[in-house]
């Protein structure tokens, strides 16, 4: 540890002084590469975007480092991504970069997102050498913080995360805290986000559909009848086997999800226009069941008048793959400004879609820690880790690089901050942008709004904050009773598709399992660390 700072203190120095002898032959002006900070546009409030012109990446934050000081050292990037032919060559590129900025090179390790939870927890599990780790709230990030899977990143942040801490909102970084300390670094991205339903564009005008009018899913039903009777290649409504919850919380009530969520179906509740006291509700709970059977009996209608795809309860056909099809007029979706542009350029401009968002953006713990890089305990150069990623939120060509790919190989520049990917490239596929770094720096796409990220921050801005946001469910006292609860639901989580009959009854099965397995238990935990974490704010 001396050594370190022995080494900090010298590097500080010479870093000093270099500044001084810029300063001194250029007459005192600032040098034309501040590579100590981003573009202050962006540091604003501004469009990002603007700022990923120019592919020299001057922009980037070098955290005062100087390359030759520093011993050679592979920083691996684990991310969420599906693997594609190219990134070797992206790998190459980006090692090429960071060898001349701070004497390392780079690992790209994109794992799909079907095997992404179990690869990566084996990869703790078993010690491997890791550094900047892709987490999220979804992927069990407190669970691996309290299993001591990631390093406390506070000092790393103040020592190479200057450009992080200059250009995101200090809100972002109140999320990914456990006891007070920092294990995450958020994407800057939206921090927030809707529900919506999001609809095929020319089906809404075709049949003149009053999507405004359309609050709930029992509001879809004429026109899932419209649909079976005259789009014979579409499916009115459909589901796949995963189960989940939908949007009818969203919806119906202003009842939120709070702790464990089981096979990822929200277990327990909180409402989020109360600041006071507030009450942590259980799936037991008379209204939450109400809602349930109400939902579910609902989709087995839907089911039953042959509005639903027949395997809905086993499905495991994507999403994204029907609506390519063309076979899809409606999904539930999360929605932020963007998204109805998004959807069509992933079926390559094909469709154009519509939403209609059905509740107010709120930011909570859970929103706010969707997207977020961790440095691995297992790392053997943390410092060198924290200085990739503060390139990646603050070096337009380091970002863009990543997300993107090559100019010229994988995509052409239209515009001073626009591009169009090129096809079969072997690169670009994957929808990095929400996964690394700084998205309000990634190149625009056919389609999107020069003011997108600017809409993004006004979005953020205008967000209600949820009274519990910052809280964070430690579940060492219940770990037994998640785990049950958890095989349960999975047992279940298909009674939400339409595509087994009686699902109330077998909702009152699941309950009962609930209770047994100690959901009430978990219920008054989380209620008590609420009203501790309550009481201290």
């Given at each position: 540890m001396q050594h370190r700072k022995r080494t900090l203190t010298f590097l500080l120095v010479m870093a000093m002084l270099a500044l001084l002898l810029q300063a001194c032959a250029g007459g005192?002006?600032?040098?034309a590469n501040n590579t100590g900070n981003v573009p202050a546009n962006n540091a604003e409030g501004n469009n990002g975007g603007n700022n990923a012109g120019g592919n020299n990446g001057d922009e980037g934050n070098t955290t005062g480092a100087d390359a030759a000081e520093l011993e050679p050292y592979e920083v691996s990037i684990i991310y969420y991504g599906t693997p594609e032919r190219d990134v070797p060559l992206v790998e190459e590129k980006l090692s090429e970069y960071f060898q001349e900025k701070i004497n390392a090179t780079v690992k790209l390790v994109p794992i799909t997102g079907s095997e992404y939870k179990q690869r990566t927890e084996l990869m703790m599990n078993s010690g491997e050498k890791m550094d900047l780790v892709f987490t999220?709230?979804?992927?069990?990030?407190?669970?691996?913080?309290t299993k001591g899977a990631f390093l406390e990143l506070d000092d790393l942040l103040a020592e190479h995360g200057q450009g992080i801490q200059e250009t995101i909102s200090p809100l972002y970084l109140e999320a990914p805290r456990f006891e007070g300390k920092l294990y995450a670094v958020p994407t800057n991205k939206e921090i927030t986000q809707s529900k919506a339903f999001t609809y095929r564009k020319d089906?809404?005008?075709?049949?003149?559909?009053?999507i405004e009018e359309i609050k709930v899913n029992d509001d879809l039903m004429p026109w899932m009848q419209v649909i079976k009777e005259n789009e014979p290649d579409i499916i009115p409504n459909f589901v796949t086997g995963g189960g989940g919850d939908g949007i009818m919380y969203e919806s119906r009530s202003n009842y939120r999800p709070i702790g464990p969520t089981p096979a990822k179906i929200a277990a327990f509740f909180f409402d989020y226009t109360q600041t006071d006291s507030i009450e942590i509700k259980s799936a037991l709970d008379p209204e939450i069941v109400k809602l349930n059977e109400t939902e579910f009996e609902l989709y087995r209608d839907f089911y039953e008048k042959g509005y639903t795809n027949g395997d809905a309860a086993t499905s495991e056909t994507a999403v994204s793959d029907v609506q390519r099809q063309g076979k899809m007029w409606l999904q539930r979706t999360v929605w932020k400004p963007g998204t109805d542009i998004e959807m069509s350029n992933s079926t390559n401009n094909e469709y154009?879609?519509?939403s209609q968002v059905i509740d107010e953006p709120i930011v909570t713990t859970d929103l706010a820690t969707g997207s977020m890089f961790s440095i691995s305990h297992t790392s053997k150069d943390p410092d060198r880790a924290m200085m990739v990623l503060n390139y990646l939120h603050t070096?337009?060509?380091v970002v863009n690089l990543l997300v993107h790919g090559i100019e010229d190989v994988h995509y052409k520049k239209v515009g001073d901050n626009r591009i169009e990917q090129i096809a079969d490239s072997g690169y670009g596929k994957t929808a990095l942008f929400w996964v690394v770094g700084n998205q309000m720096l990634n190149y625009l796409k056919p389609g999107q709004p020069d003011d997108l990220y600017t809409n993004w921050i006004q979005y953020n801005k205008d967000a209600t904050r949820s009274p519990l946001l910052g809280f964070v469910f430690d579940d060492t006292n219940v770990k037994n009773e998640v785990t049950q609860l958890t095989a349960i639901a999975t047992e279940y989580k298909a009674i939400s598709t339409g595509g087994i009959a009686n699902p109330s009854e077998l909702l009152d099965e699941r309950n009962r399992k609930f209770e047994l397995a100690g959901i009430e238990k978990v219920r008054a935990e989380i209620q008590a660390q609420v009203d501790a974490f309550l009481a201290e704010k």
């Open positions: 005192g002006n600032a040098p999220a709230s979804w992927l069990d990030f407190f669970s691996n913080v089906i809404v005008e075709k049949y003149d559909i009053p154009e879609y519509v070096d337009p060509y």
